[in-house]
């Protein structure tokens, strides 16, 4: 028995070191590193706490004022009343929240003016329900990514990790919401645009369970679907660059505008919002947007006016044949080398109409058939054609033919000469002579290479 007993010895004194650092040692460490942690934090609120908070700026004028709604939604409700950019000020929030202070620089220091806070940048009023702190923003720290601050709580003058170039730029231009024209571009219906030389009204149609915009005015026709996403995209992302708010200012400003040189309509829920851009000195290199009688004038890139100047041409389906791959029963092929017609059988298989035993290349065939159909014309020549030799369109390089499922229904799309990369077209589904990729010139195949290539015969192992 004696020989167990150091070994039961030293396991009892292990097993209460162990229970004296689990009961003592390892609770107190824990509050130690919790008291760290929030004597740390510059700021002792959470996020969804915070009920309001005022900007005062030595360089920006009157103090911002921000509160958020149910939703934590921000509005500015001082100097004017209009919402606020969602961004900005949770950026503003998070870094706040986030801030540590790195180092007590001075308990009570005699001078404030060494660390720029005598005369801070910015201060920052912080609300939390019947809770509040103020917050003093002074010079940029030894490191530029550290900002010297001060509580009103304890006046500690505190070496902090904020971020100078989100603490010391919020400007009321920068807080405020800039989207000229807030709307979701899935949930537009119509877009109406105009300028002094055409206007063009598009609309959102539904076309096989799917939404694709039409072209309503001054014709009807399909649209190009991805210049108008391209469109609405630019719509969406619109900001404004400053703002002229209500009072003589803007009165005065309004007073001079002249014209509209674009006006876009937008129709939601059979309600439409007015946008109308102006430039009344292009030398200027200013351009200004206005919206409603009760917003401000909005100060926007001038490239906005190109951007939204757009005539038929440019928003209309500039595909020259004029016809969906899925509504192909033969397309007939003729070129200078000679001539085929492929046969759509079934759900886009080809086969060749004299040939209808003889297998295709499928993936080379539905290439082909696909480029014929999406060829789109670039430039536009003549809206009227007139003689078509001077193209080489009374001899075509290549003809392309489609017969419809219909049976009765035929479009055609024939290529020219070539120029500059680009080749004389003209096809059913625009009016007029245009240019286009001479791509396709080189991209037919010949009749024999449509055919499938057969696989070499597997000989056996030995």
Same mark, same amino acid.
């Given at each position: 028995?004696? @020989?167990?007993?150091?070994?039961? %010895? ?8 162990? %229970? ?7 609770? +107190? ?20 706490? $915070? ?12 103090? =911002? ?27 503003? &929030? ?9 180092? =007590? ?27 509040? /702190? ?5 010079? $940029?720290?030894? =490191? ?14 505190? &070496? ?5 170039? !989100? ?6 231009? %920068? ?12 949930? =537009? ?13 598009? /609309? ?15 014709? /009807? ?20 660059? #400053? ?6 200012? @803007?009165?005065?400003?309004? %007073? ?38 009760? +917003?401000? !004038? ?15 041409? +440019? ?10 791959? *899925?509504? $192909? ?8 080398? *000679? ?5 759509? /059988? ?19 065939? *539905? ?30 390089? #290549? ?14 799309? $024939? ?28 991209? !037919? ?18």
């Amino acid at each position: 028995m004696k @020989r167990y007993g150091f070994t039961i %010895a030293l396991a009892a004194v292990l097993t209460g070191l162990a %229970a004296y650092l689990y009961v003592v040692e390892f609770p +107190a460490e824990r509050r130690k590193l919790q008291t760290d942690t929030q004597t740390r934090k510059l700021l002792p609120f959470e996020e969804r706490a $915070i009920t309001g908070l005022t900007v005062h700026s030595s360089a920006s004028g009157p103090d =911002i004022v921000l509160a958020p709604d149910d939703r934590r939604t921000w509005t500015i409700t001082a100097p004017v009343h209009t919402a606020a950019d969602a961004r900005e000020v949770n950026d503003l &929030l998070r870094a706040l929240l986030l801030g540590t202070v790195t180092r =007590i620089v001075e308990e009570q220091a005699a001078s404030l003016a060494p660390f720029g806070l005598e005369h801070p940048a910015v201060v920052l009023t912080i609300l939390a329900g019947d809770r509040q /702190e103020t917050l003093s923003l002074g010079d $940029i720290g030894p =490191i530029s990514s550290t900002l010297y601050a001060m509580r009103a709580s304890d006046k500690q003058v505190l &070496l902090t990790d904020l971020p100078p170039k !989100i603490l010391l730029t919020r400007t009321l231009a %920068a807080l405020r919401k800039k989207e000229v024209l807030p709307v979701a571009q899935d949930q =537009i219906e119509r877009l109406r645009l105009s300028n002094p030389r055409t206007e063009v009204l598009l /609309e959102r149609l539904d076309e096989k369970n799917k939404k694709k915009w039409q072209v309503r005015f001054p014709i /009807e026709a399909k649209a190009d679907q991805p210049a108008v996403r391209n469109l609405l995209i630019k719509l969406e992302d619109l900001k404004a660059l #400053a703002f002229v708010d209500a009072g003589t200012e @803007r009165d005065t400003l309004a %007073a001079r505008l002249g014209p509209p040189l674009v006006k876009i309509t937008v129709t939601i829920g059979g309600t439409d919002q007015v946008m109308k851009l102006y430039q009344p000195n292009p030398s200027s290199g200013e351009a200004y947007a206005v919206t409603t009688l009760e +917003a401000p !004038i909005y100060k926007v890139n001038p490239t906005a006016i190109r951007d939204f100047t757009k005539d038929l041409f +440019a928003l209309q389906d500039k595909r020259l044949l004029g016809v969906d791959m *899925g509504n $192909i029963a033969m397309l007939s092929v003729k070129t200078r080398e *000679g001539r085929y017609v492929l046969v759509n /059988e079934n759900v886009e298989e080809w086969a060749l109409e004299d040939q209808p035993g003889k297998t295709l290349d499928q993936q080379v065939a *539905g290439l082909f058939v696909s480029r014929v159909v999406d060829l789109p014309a670039e430039l536009r020549v003549v809206r009227d054609p007139g003689p078509l030799a001077p193209y080489g369109l009374s001899s075509p390089a #290549a003809e392309f033919v489609v017969t419809a499922k219909d049976g009765t229904t035929t479009h055609r799309l $024939i290529l020219g000469n070539k120029t500059s990369g680009l080749v004389y077209a003209m096809g059913s589904g625009l009016p007029g002579i245009y240019q286009a990729r001479s791509d396709l010139l080189t991209q !037919i195949p010949s009749k024999d290479s449509l055919f499938a290539k057969s696989e070499p015969a597997k000989t056996s192992s030995p």
